[in-house]
């Protein structure tokens, strides 16, 4: 069973620019959730889609949205990027997101915001 | 305020050897905890859970304590080998919504000197 995938891998943007990131669960997956990780934040939790509604959000500005497909692909979209938006963004799906159910971590996309 | 914490950066074992990864959390309504492991360049990877309910669980050379009252919890790895130089983070997630995104913190850097 093929893994969590994202694309693209790498990104760079400037300032001011908006941009998408894609993620496709590992198959039969329905919850994907989204996270942030930074050198001085370390993971953090952005939202969480399940049956292509928003179940949950972390502490995260409005520029910062997602969405989640009927095959349950999902997007994050982030607008007016600022410098510190440079992080790793991991996409991670589950079964139904229950509380104990694994969650899988794709690679992650790498996004550079000059 | 971070509610879960990893005090130590990082931790250097011999190989052979115990390694025991140390973490705090503040937050009582915690109710399940987790361990993931990552490689540079890759996303987390799911070692082993407990439920609070619990204060053990094995699986292989993994196993997790934990201790409720102290708001502890802890990872042994015996015995430890080259492979397991890597990121260890700690996360938890509490039951009460069902699909909120799991609080993690910000890892130890295990390495395994031979």
């Known amino acids: 069973k093929a893994g969590v995938t994202q694309t693209p891998r790498y990104l760079i943007k400037t300032r001011g620019q908006q941009v998408t990131l894609s993620c496709s669960p590992i198959?039969?997956?329905?919850?994907v959730s989204w996270y942030q990780q930074t050198p001085g934040q370390g993971l953090q939790f952005l939202f969480e889609?399940?049956?292509?509604?928003?179940?949950n959000k972390g502490n995260f500005p409005g520029r910062f949205s997602g969405r989640q497909f009927s095959n349950s692909r999902s997007e994050m979209n982030v607008s007016t990027l600022e410098l510190g938006d440079s992080a790793l963004y991991l996409c991670?799906?589950?079964?139904?997101?229950?509380?104990?159910?694994?969650?899988?971590f794709g690679p992650g996309t790498r996004l550079t915001v000059l | 305020d971070q509610q879960v914490k990893q005090n130590s950066p990082s931790l250097s074992v011999q190989e052979g050897r115990i390694s025991i990864l140390n973490c705090d959390y503040t937050n009582s309504m915690f109710d399940y905890f987790l361990w993931y492991k990552k490689y540079p360049a890759e996303g987390p990877t799911f070692l082993i859970s407990?439920?609070?309910i619990k204060d053990k669980n094995e699986d292989g050379r993994f196993t997790v304590f934990l201790n409720k009252s102290a708001k502890h919890l802890s990872l042994h790895i015996v015995p430890s080998q080259p492979g397991d130089s890597a990121v260890y983070f700690c996360a938890a997630r509490w039951g009460g919504g069902g699909a909120d995104g799991l609080t993690f913190g910000k890892g130890t850097h295990l390495i395994i000197q031979p």
């Open positions: 407990i439920s609070s």
């Open positions: 198959s039969g997956h329905r919850s």
């Open positions: 889609y399940f049956s292509e509604t928003q179940r």
């Open positions: 991670a799906s589950s079964l139904f997101g229950g509380l104990a159910d694994t969650q899988y």
